[in-house]
């Protein structure tokens, strides 16, 4: 299914959506879409939670036409909360640009695999090294094809601040 179409009109409505993939559902404000990519500002309630980078081929379905969606969107609006860009520029023309921007702001990131399921499907840290084939982060390795990359959430920002593991 090409999902594009959705994200793209999701964008231009500036319209509150659920992506659902395989493994989860996130919901949130879509930022910006490429041909391989989406910037995705996710909620969490009525908490801004991040920030995230999807493949397309992971997304399953778009929803944006739920009442429940739209009642929520309106609640959002109601509260002043709006979709906001990261603080800085996410290209999305590769996954791996996307990920030397993230590594270019030294800040934690969280980065899951296609074998979500697995003991290490998701990992946090702080980029080292991005390659085409392989990313590295510091006293981590992600190895896999990346689906998702979040960042900017406040579990991320509290496992940098109170874990003594975290890198500095």
Same mark, same amino acid.
Do not use: W
């Given at each position: ?5 959705? /994200?793209?009109?999701?964008l231009?409505?500036? #319209?509150y ?7 989860? #559902? ?12 989406? /910037?995705?500002?996710?909620?969490s309630?009525?908490?801004? &939670?991040?920030y995230?980078i ?10 944006h036409?739920d009442p ?5 969107a309106?609640m959002?609006?109601?509260e002043?909360?709006?979709?906001t860009?990261?603080a800085?520029?996410v290209p999305l023309?590769s996954?791996?640009?996307a ?11 969280e ?7 697995s003991e ?8 080292l090294?991005v390659h085409?084939?392989?990313?590295v +982060? ?7 094809? +990346?689906?998702r990359v979040?960042?900017?959430s406040p579990c991320?920002? #509290?496992?940098g601040? &109170?874990s003594?593991? #975290?890198?500095?």
């Amino acid at each position: 299914m090409d999902v594009r179409p959705v /994200l793209q009109r999701a964008l231009d409505g500036r #319209a509150y959506v659920e992506i659902r993939m395989d493994y989860r #559902a996130m919901r949130g404000f879509v930022l910006a879409v490429s041909d391989t990519l989406v /910037l995705f500002h996710r909620y969490s309630e009525l908490f801004p &939670y991040g920030y995230s980078i999807v493949h397309l081929h992971s997304i399953a379905e778009v929803d944006h036409d739920d009442p429940g969606l739209r009642f929520f969107a309106s609640m959002l609006a109601a509260e002043g909360l709006v979709p906001t860009p990261p603080a800085f520029t996410v290209p999305l023309d590769s996954l791996p640009r996307a990920l030397q921007a993230l590594k270019e702001q030294r800040i934690l990131v969280e980065l899951q695999r296609e074998d979500y399921d697995s003991e290490h499907g998701l990992e946090v840290g702080r980029l080292l090294n991005v390659h085409e084939q392989h990313t590295v +982060l510091q006293l981590v390795s992600a190895a896999g094809e +990346l689906v998702r990359v979040g960042f900017g959430s406040p579990c991320i920002g #509290a496992f940098g601040k &109170y874990s003594t593991t #975290a890198p500095r």
